[in-house]
T-cell receptor, first 106, second 114 residues
Framework: DAKTTQPPSMDCAEGRAANLPCNHS???????VYWYRQIHSQGPQYIIH???NNETNEMASLIITEDRKSSTLILPHATLRDTAVYYC???????FGAGTRLTVKP | DSGVTQTPKHLITATGQRVTLRCSPR?????VYWYQQSLDQGLQFLIQ???????AKGNILERFSAQQFPDLHSELNLSSLELGDSALYFC?????????????FGEGSRLTVL
């Protein structure tokens, strides 16, 4: 079963930053946190992953707390195309929870 | 394009029947994962294979079985189908080291059981 907790839904205004939280309090020291998103019924798409340092790529930034019990995915300038279900996965990198349904509004 | 190919894309069958879903992983990936996603539900992990061997098992029913062949493609067999088996079935693959690296998903096979 998934070992992460995410809010079921969030809204964000277009052009603003979307901050999606995730609790993964049972993660151990060498286990990564992965983020994916699923748009409609398409196959999930990898976004980013991290261990303990903050990470950034062309899609998003990942902030992991120092105690590694939680993380935040940041979409810096959300667009309507970012409307999707976002999944935070830990610790085994393959069991998905219910995710957060992000709706970006004009 | 993730590089993961799933066939068929759509399948309609009747209760009690048996179907086989096929997945070809990305070139070089040794791990294959199967997921079930019922309508408006999350992704349920079914099973993982690594280089032909079963590696991890999730909520896979006894009526379902899977295997990974020497050429690394995988098949998910669903038998004695019930209405509740109607769902999207996704396959994903990942790289050479088990449980590391991102998953690359196919576009799914949509199964409808009537």
């Amino acid at each position: 079963d998934a070992k992460t907790t995410q809010p079921p839904s969030m809204d964000c205004a277009e052009g603003r930053a979307a901050n999606l939280p995730c609790n993964h309090s049972t993660i151990s020291g060498n286990e990564y946190v992965y983020w994916y998103r699923q748009i409609h019924s398409q196959g999930p798409q990898y976004i980013i992953h991290g261990l303990k340092n903050n990470e950034t790529n062309e899609m998003a930034s990942l902030i992991i707390t120092e105690d590694r019990k939680s993380s935040t995915l940041i979409l810096p300038h959300a667009t309507l195309r970012d409307t999707a279900v976002y999944y935070c996965i830990a610790p085994d990198g393959m069991r998905f929870g219910a995710g957060t349904r992000l709706t970006v509004k004009p | 394009d993730s590089g993961v190919t799933q066939t068929p894309k759509h399948l309609i069958t009747a209760t009690g029947q048996r179907v086989t879903l096929r997945c070809s992983p990305r070139s070089g990936d040794l791990s294959v994962y199967w997921y079930q996603q019922s309508l408006d539900q999350g992704l349920q992990f079914l099973i993982q294979y690594y280089n032909g061997e079963e590696r991890a098992k999730g909520n896979i029913l006894e009526r379902f079985s899977a295997q990974q062949f020497p050429d690394l493609h995988s098949e998910l067999n669903l038998s004695s189908l019930e209405l509740g088996d109607s769902a999207l079935y996704f396959c994903a693959s990942s790289g050479r080291v088990p449980n590391t690296g991102e998953l690359f998903f196919g576009e799914g096979s949509r199964l409808t059981v009537l």
